[in-house]
C-alpha cells in the first residue's frame, strides 16, 4: 500500500470538497480549484477527512493512488493557505520591478525583459528579491521556472535569476600562468 496515498487528507475550517463529473471540486477562503479523477481510484469524503482509495492492485491503480491524494492535498493546501516561491536577481545592474502583471526584467540584455503574469498570479518585489504567490501550486512554480529561464544563474561569477534556496555550484574562471 502507497505510504502516501493512504494518509488521510485533513480539511482545514472553511475547505469543502465535492466529486462530480470527473473532477475534484475544492473551495476555501482563497479561491476555487479542480482536477482530474482517475476511474482507478475512489474518494471517500467523511466530514472534515478525504482518503483517496485505490479500487484494484494493478501496476496503473498503484501508480495513481499516491498521485491523486498529493494533487488533491495540494489543492486543499492552495485553497487554504497558498503558495509562493522566491527568486533572487543577482549581478551588478541587474534589477526587477512590477507593474500590475508585467514583471520587467533588467539581467543583462540590450533591453529589458517583459514577462507578463498567468491569471492567479501576484508578485512582489523587495530589493533584488521576487516574490510570486498564488493558491495553484503548480502555476506558481512552472512561472518561477519560467522567469528563471530568462537568465539562469552561471556558474563563474553567479550572476542570473536563481531560487532563493537554490545554491550555484561556482568554478574557478581562468588560472592566468603561462605555460
Do not use: C, W
Request: glycine share 12%.
Amino acid at each position: 500500500m502507497s505510504r502516501i496515498g493512504k494518509k488521510e487528507i485533513i480539511l482545514p475550517s472553511g475547505v469543502s470538497v465535492a466529486v462530480e463529473d470527473g473532477a475534484v471540486m475544492v473551495k476555501g477562503p482563497k479561491g476555487e480549484l479542480s482536477t482530474p479523477t482517475h476511474p482507478k481510484v475512489a474518494y471517500a469524503i467523511a466530514g472534515s477527512t478525504v482518503s483517496v482509495n485505490r479500487l484494484d492492485d494493478t501496476r496503473v491503480a498503484r501508480a495513481q493512488h499516491g498521485l491523486r491524494r498529493t494533487l488533491l492535498a495540494n489543492l486543499v493546501e492552495g485553497v487554504s493557505k497558498g503558495f509562493s516561491k522566491t527568486l533572487e536577481v543577482i549581478g551588478v545592474g541587474y534589477k526587477v520591478s512590477t507593474q500590475g502583471d508585467i514583471v520587467s526584467l533588467s539581467v543583462g540584455f540590450s533591453h529589458q525583459v517583459e514577462f507578463k503574469l498567468p491569471q492567479g498570479i501576484a508578485a512582489k518585489v523587495e530589493g533584488n528579491k521576487l516574490t510570486l504567490a498564488g493558491i495553484d501550486k503548480q502555476l506558481v512554480g512552472e512561472t518561477a521556472a519560467r522567469i528563471r529561464r530568462v537568465r539562469p544563474p552561471e556558474p563563474f561569477k553567479g550572476k542570473g535569476i536563481k531560487y532563493e534556496t537554490e545554491t550555484i555550484r561556482r568554478k574557478a574562471g581562468k588560472s592566468g600562468g603561462k605555460k
